[in-house]
């Protein structure tokens, strides 16, 4: 029973778990964030309910790209949103009859073509440091669905599954 | 080695010392913090609640806020309301807990407070969490408080739009 529990060499198998604790520390802690998303805005690649990782560091050697999901920090970290990113700094975002039209012309989503969709909104001009998110599930109505432009400092990481 | 064990001891004793005089003595941070937690669980309610708890709870949500106080909070559906009295907040609770019908959980998380350089007033940055029993919705509020009488006081509430 003593070898089952603590192996051949107790002294060693002490050594593997403190190591495995450290690292699952290390790597939970500080670069991926386990999330439970809740909510339908994301539907349907991401339902409510499932679970998934947010990697931190994901955006230390290049800045965050069109189309990536990523989740935006509120007042800390506990509560984070989960969009995806359709507009970058310095362009004008507007919808037109569900249509995202970047700078005037319409954006390719092919996340987005089995949903019906009838957003409409003024063209917005992004500031240097600010993104346009918004979640997938466009046939909610707008004003059911958070999303808008957030600065860069909020953004947490990049979703990884 | 009774070296070894004294210096521990009095460590502990030490460490024990500090926390005992911050659970006496809590810090105005604290403070803060322990009010906004009770805001929550009184802005919280049951299905089914009994009219005098409901009455109760409502009055006692009003004791948090200064007599003069701002409160902003927008609904999910851009609706904004305004609210400038203790009764007017008593009242309001008192109707959305009747309309709402459910149960309703808010938790207050991420809280940042941030104390005035004369610690007389505070702004308290946190984000709400709101469950009941199909849905679960998540807000930003900014807080203002100040001190009147020795009580941290609501003098202004206001939901913050997450995205712009």
Same mark, same amino acid.
């Given at each position: 029973m003593r070898t089952l529990l603590f192996g051949r060499n107790p002294k060693w198998t002490l050594i593997r778990i403190a190591v495995l604790v450290t690292v699952c520390g290390l790597v939970f802690g500080f670069v991926l964030l386990p999330i439970r998303i809740t909510g339908i805005s994301m539907l349907p690649a991401y339902p409510n309910g499932s679970l998934n990782l947010v990697n *931190?560091?994901?955006y230390l050697r290049h800045e965050p790209q069109r189309g990536d999901v990523v989740s935006i920090q509120l007042t800390g970290p506990h509560v984070l949103f989960m969009k995806r990113i359709i507009g970058l700094p310095g362009e004008t975002v507007a919808f037109v009859d569900g249509r995202v039209l970047i700078n005037g012309k319409i954006l390719k989503e092919p996340y987005e073509e089995n949903l019906a969709c009838d957003w409409n909104s003024p063209p917005v001009t992004l500031a240097g440091d600010e993104y346009y998110f918004v979640g997938?599930? *466009?046939?909610?109505p707008p004003e059911d669905h958070e999303h808008g432009v957030k600065k860069r400092i909020y953004i947490v990481g990049k979703v990884l599954l | 080695m009774k070296i070894l064990f004294r210096l521990i001891l009095l460590a502990v004793v030490v460490a024990a010392g500090v926390w005992l005089w911050t659970v006496l003595f809590p810090g105005p941070e604290n403070v803060i913090r322990h009010r906004l937690a009770e805001i929550a669980r009184l802005a919280s309610f049951n299905a089914n609640e009994n009219p005098l708890a409901a009455l109760g709870g409502a009055q006692k949500l009003a004791g948090f806020c200064s007599p003069t106080l701002q409160v902003k909070l927008a609904a999910p559906t851009n609706v904004e309301h305004t609210f400038e009295s203790r009764e007017e907040i008593a009242q309001s609770d008192l109707a959305a807990r009747a309309a709402f019908g459910g149960t309703l959980r808010v938790e207050f998380v991420d809280v940042v407070v941030t104390l005035a350089p004369d610690q007389q007033s505070a702004v308290a940055d946190l984000t709400a969490r709101m469950q009941s029993s199909s849905d679960l919705n998540v807000q930003e509020i900014k807080f203002t408080l100040k001190k009147i009488d020795g009580q941290w006081l609501v003098t202004r509430a206001e939901t913050i739009r997450t995205f712009s």
């Open positions: *931190r560091l994901a997938d599930n *466009r046939s909610m | -």
